[in-house]
């Protein structure tokens, strides 16, 4: 017996032998509660994370478990160190960044506005809230008032685009660590410099800093804390659509990109505190990765994306395989052995492939006759057709389903674009009035149940484990099977043991949904309600 490894652990405080171990390091041992306790005030909550940050020449630093972390288990809280609206929003609070509904002043339409630097704000209260107390006074000592009015719903209004830098630049003097936190992250400020953006920043945001609010910081620190923004902040969007903003969290920014990421994120609380969820069990020294884009994306926009918004490529397993880990998301059917449908050929499944994802350049060939066709092509049918989809009234199925119809020829089932719309339908049919599910035909039902079976695989592939991709689909799903049952019993095409059964099937689906979803405050209500109905519906002599 290797007597070295049963070593008996010691507590960290009295060493002497130990058999409770910290539950959330899982490093180090106590030999009870009283001295866990102990530790804990003296100092481990500073240490006791699963994580480490690591540095690579080739990606920067970067999060690494540094145990076992179990799926589901949450690996990190954090307040953001500063947030902010973005860069251009429709009218939003400044305190509370919820959106603006005007008012009527003076017999016009226009937003509640702060009595004494005039941004809109939601009201007195906001007004004297602690956020915007310091950057009120800035501006009103320098004479600034902002002059934002209402003029029509949801306009974009680009004055915003000075908050958040000014607030980190604020930082300085009132938590200068908190400043040089922010100041130390990842800018690529030389690859932004030269962009439109960064020119009308240059002018609009600079001018503000240095000739509006004459703070002494030079140019290059005014754009570089943008920049910053750009590469790590987080976008943070309330469930219901009332507030969106920008945050910046410095732990979490230390998470590196990955296309099929270990990890998601959540918001919680009026602070927006951001909890990092681990989707799937990450092994101890594995990399722990955030996506950074739109898993739905085909390799050719995400990596555009990644590009344009983080100024990197992006090398992940995903965007190396041409075929999308079988997924084929952004291929196409090859036009040549599968473009005469409408001369009765047989549909083959051909389809056509990057010759090297890694380089958008490069032509795209039919994995079966090996027909060519240049990248730009690519491009400009994907750009054309997502245009198309995107124009579609998304208030009912129809133009999903005709859209999905029409391009049957040249898009096959997990097409991005079909996936996308087919998203749209699982939300469609049995939740739009007109569609919901008692509403629903048998046939649209079907459709309904089938959506959520192959949008089930996508998301096996693309965003495994617990991810709040994978809950919705379960959540509808079992919504919908639970209703294919009800009527399937009483129409008497299933025995009440056979409806007990599907029910049974309804309720693990209902169930593995709880567990991803029940972490997201607004979901508790829901998720518990919905279990209360199928257990009684289970438990029901008539069903
Ligand atoms: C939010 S920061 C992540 C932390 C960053 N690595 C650092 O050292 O501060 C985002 C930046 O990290 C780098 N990065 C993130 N994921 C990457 C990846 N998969 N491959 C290469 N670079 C990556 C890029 O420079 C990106 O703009």
Redesign the pocket.
């Known amino acids: 017996m290797d007597y070295t490894k049963r070593e008996m652990p010691v507590c960290d405080v009295c060493q002497r032998p130990a058999n409770q171990t910290c539950g959330g390091c899982k490093i180090v041992y106590y030999c009870s509660k009283a001295h866990q306790k102990h530790a804990w005030k003296e100092g481990h909550k500073f240490q006791c994370r699963p994580y480490k940050i690591e540095f690579s020449d080739?990606?920067?630093?970067?999060m690494v478990a540094t145990r076992d972390i179990k799926q589901g288990e949450i690996i990190l809280k954090e307040k953001p160190t500063v947030s902010g609206p973005r860069i251009s929003c429709p009218a939003s609070c400044l305190s509370c960044n919820k959106k603006l509904e005007p008012i009527e002043v003076d017999g016009k339409l226009d937003f509640y506005k702060c009595t004494s630097c005039k941004w809109p704000m939601c009201g007195l209260d906001c007004e004297m809230a602690e956020p915007h107390k310091e950057e009120c006074k800035l501006m009103t000592d320098n004479n600034y008032k902002c002059d934002i009015k209402y003029d029509r719903a949801d306009k974009m209004e680009a004055a915003y685009c000075v908050i958040a830098p000014m607030r980190v630049l604020l930082l300085k003097r009132s938590n200068p660590r908190q400043y040089e936190s922010v100041m130390s992250?990842?800018s690529?400020l030389e690859d932004r410099i030269n962009t439109p953006l960064y020119k009308v920043l240059k002018a609009n945001l600079v001018t503000f800093i240095v000739r509006v609010l004459r703070l002494p910081f030079d140019e290059e620190t005014i754009l570089k804390v943008a920049s910053i923004f750009d590469?790590?902040s987080f976008d943070v969007r309330s469930h219901d659509g009332s507030k969106r903003l920008r945050a910046i969290f410095v732990i979490a920014?230390?998470?590196?990109?990955?296309c099929r990421a270990n990890t998601r994120h959540i918001y919680i609380g009026n602070d927006n505190n951001l909890v990092l969820i681990a989707t799937v069990p990450i092994a101890k020294g594995e990399m722990i990765t955030a996506t950074y884009t739109q898993s739905l994306y085909g390799t050719l926009d995400r990596r555009r994306h990644i590009k344009v918004n983080?100024?990197?490529d992006?090398d992940?397993e995903r965007c190396k395989d041409p075929t999308e880990l079988g997924t084929y998301l952004g291929s196409i059917y090859c036009s040549i052995c599968n473009g005469s449908l409408a001369n009765n050929k047989s549909k083959t499944e051909a389809k056509m492939v990057s010759t090297n994802p890694l380089d958008e350049s490069s032509p795209w060939r039919c994995e079966a006759c090996g027909y060519c066709i240049q990248s730009r092509q690519m491009f400009w049918g994907n750009n054309a057709l997502k245009q198309e989809l995107n124009t579609l009234n998304k208030s009912g199925p129809k133009g999903f389903e005709e859209f999905i119809d029409k391009y049957t020829v040249t898009l096959h089932s997990t097409n991005h674009l079909v996936i996308q719309a087919k998203l749209a339908l699982m939300q469609i049919y049995g939740n739009y009035a007109g569609y919901k599910l008692t509403e629903l035909s048998d046939n649209l039902l079907k459709r309904k149940i089938d959506i959520c079976h192959e949008l089930l695989e996508v998301a096996d592939n693309l965003e495994p484990g617990w991810t709040r991709f994978r809950g919705t689909i379960l959540l509808e799903l079992q919504g919908a099977m639970t209703m294919q049952t009800k009527r399937e019993f009483e129409a008497e095409i299933i025995t009440k043991a056979g409806a007990q059964d599907q029910l049974m099937e309804s309720m693990t689906l209902l169930q593995e949904a709880t567990r991803i979803l029940r972490i997201e405050p607004h979901m508790k209500e829901t998720l518990e309600t919905k279990l209360q109905e199928l257990s009684t519906l289970l438990d029901s002599t008539n069903l």
Do not use: D, P, Q
């Open positions: 080739a990606i920067g630093r970067h992250l990842e690529h590469t790590n920014s230390m998470m590196n990109h990955n983080k100024c990197f992006c992940c």
